[in-house]
């Protein structure tokens, strides 16, 4: 729901004016202003996708870089879910990521010693289970909004991770390691049945290729390569490369 809620000039839309946008884009009610309806039902979808209020501000036809209409956006629809497999070393500054952008953040591990919420303070959840029983117990499935990041490095818990994830909607699907180590896990998704179309889903090695070597850069180059599939924009991602990915 957009809503005009202050305005510095005479002309434009009456504070009060109220468009409702759907995530696929279609809108009722309406602005008086069509362009303006046209700029708000663009910037609230992005928003929306995110599950994410703010407040924008335009010219009274839309125009960016204007403070003649201030815009309320509110999102009645749920987070995004990131759902991290491993507490690792890098799993703070993912899921730290994750909650800057928006998502509901669950980290997953199985082993008790780890999976603590003194070592993720910033999740929303702390999960002590094994990859693909969480999966199978969540009651509300994964959606394309969503996101899963399998960081575990370890083949009895990442196979299970994927394969399970593959079963889902989930949008966005990645896993870490070394080109050598995705190579040896094909081989093993592919002893479990995995197809190729699935195999094709797994981002991996994961993130784009900006020459992350830090937990934070790794982050950032993880949550790049989410949000472009999400938007379905093209990047380097390190899957489709052949060098070294540090």
Request: one cysteine or more; aromatic letters at 6%.
């Amino acid at each position: 729901l957009a809503t005009v809620i202050a305005k510095a000039i005479d002309k434009g839309p009456t504070v009060g004016e109220s468009l409702i946008i759907k995530l696929n884009g279609d809108h009722s009610l309406s602005f008086s202003d069509r362009n303006l309806a046209r700029v708000v039902t663009r910037d609230a979808k992005a928003f929306l996708e995110a599950g994410v209020t703010t407040t924008r501000h335009y010219g009274a036809s839309g125009e960016a870089n204007q403070d003649d209409l201030e815009v309320f956006i509110e999102s009645f629809v749920p987070a995004p879910r990131l759902v991290i497999f491993g507490a690792v070393d890098f799993t703070a500054a993912l899921a730290a990521a994750g909650k800057l952008l928006g998502y509901h953040v669950t980290v997953c591990d199985a082993r008790e010693v780890f999976s603590t919420p003194a070592r993720f303070p910033m999740a929303d959840e702390v999960v002590c289970d094994w990859p693909q029983r969480y999966l199978e117990s969540i009651v509300v499935p994964l959606t394309p909004r969503d996101a899963v990041c399998v960081l575990t490095h370890d083949m009895k818990f990442d196979v299970p991770a994927i394969v399970s994830a593959l079963n889902s909607e989930v949008g966005y699907l990645g896993a870490m390691g070394s080109r050598k180590t995705h190579e040896k896990r094909i081989e093993r998704l592919r002893e479990a049945g995995v197809g190729e179309e699935g195999i094709e889903r797994v981002m991996a090695p994961i993130g784009i290729d900006l020459g992350a070597r830090t937990p934070e850069e790794t982050a950032i180059a993880i949550c790049a390569e989410m949000i472009a599939t999400r938007t379905g924009r093209s990047v380097p991602s390190l899957r489709d490369g052949t060098g070294s990915i540090h």
